[in-house]
């Protein structure tokens, strides 16, 4: 069965320093999504992509986070300065179209530890 | 707003024992509501949904129904095993809108 995949699986980083999170959706997918989980919280949305358009990112703080997904394919997310309070579970997630009514299918995600 | 509220975990239950997992919500429009399981070290993965009133999710032996009138989505099973220890989610969208998580329950089967 095709897979989100995300890249690191871990990350540790010192606070004030830059990281980066990638992510490929499943294949012919055009919705993807960002979301930060922390610890004992639901997913919260962080950003939404259309194809390569964002439709929301109303979460997402801009002073130091910012998302691309250039062609319309994979995404990167990043942070930029990491602060103490960013450590959290950074999921992707694909659907086939942009109802959210469809089914959301979520990569294993990439821990962030901010020291 | 629209916001979803879950039991608090942990649960622990022995194994075959009868799950529930209440799920309450609060939405604008009508809503479809859904659970999503996350085992350890896994992402998060839809269990069931049910889009309309009455409409009743089943997956995996796991079953919710949309209660409309108590604005709620309770999950059960009838006999738990150890493999369906993980944490659950309730969640729900309204039309375009984007998902609601709640906070998730974490559920522990012994043997």
């Known amino acids: 069965e095709a897979e989100v995949a995300q890249s690191p699986r871990y990350k540790i980083t010192e606070k004030s320093q830059a990281v980066a999170f990638w992510c490929d959706p499943i294949s012919g997918h055009a919705t993807l999504y960002w979301y930060r989980q922390i610890l004992g919280q639901g997913p919260e949305l962080l950003v939404q992509f259309q194809d390569e358009s964002v439709v929301d990112d109303s979460q997402l703080p801009k002073d130091r986070f910012s998302a691309e997904r250039l062609k319309g394919v994979d995404s990167t997310l990043k942070i930029q300065p990491a602060e103490l309070g960013d450590s959290a579970m950074y999921l992707c997630?694909?659907?086939?179209?942009?109802?959210?009514?469809?089914?959301?299918?979520f990569g294993s995600g990439t821990q962030l530890s901010v020291l | 707003g629209n916001s979803v509220t879950q039991m608090e975990g942990p649960v622990t239950l022995s194994e075959e024992a009868f799950l529930t997992i209440n799920c309450t919500y609060t939405a604008t429009g009508y809503p479809s509501l859904f659970w999503y399981v996350q085992y350890p070290g896994e992402g998060l993965q839809l269990l069931l949904k049910?889009?309309?009133?009455?409409d009743k999710g089943s997956n995996k032996g796991f079953e919710a129904t949309y209660r409309k009138e108590t604005t709620s989505f309770h999950l059960e099973k009838g006999s738990v095993q150890v493999s369906d220890s993980a944490v659950y989610f309730c969640a729900l969208s309204v039309g375009d809108d984007k998902i609601i998580f709640g906070k998730g329950t974490r559920l522990h089967i012994l043997p």
């Open positions: 997630a694909s659907s086939l179209y942009r109802d959210q009514g469809e089914k959301l299918f």
């Open positions: 049910a889009t309309k009133a009455d």
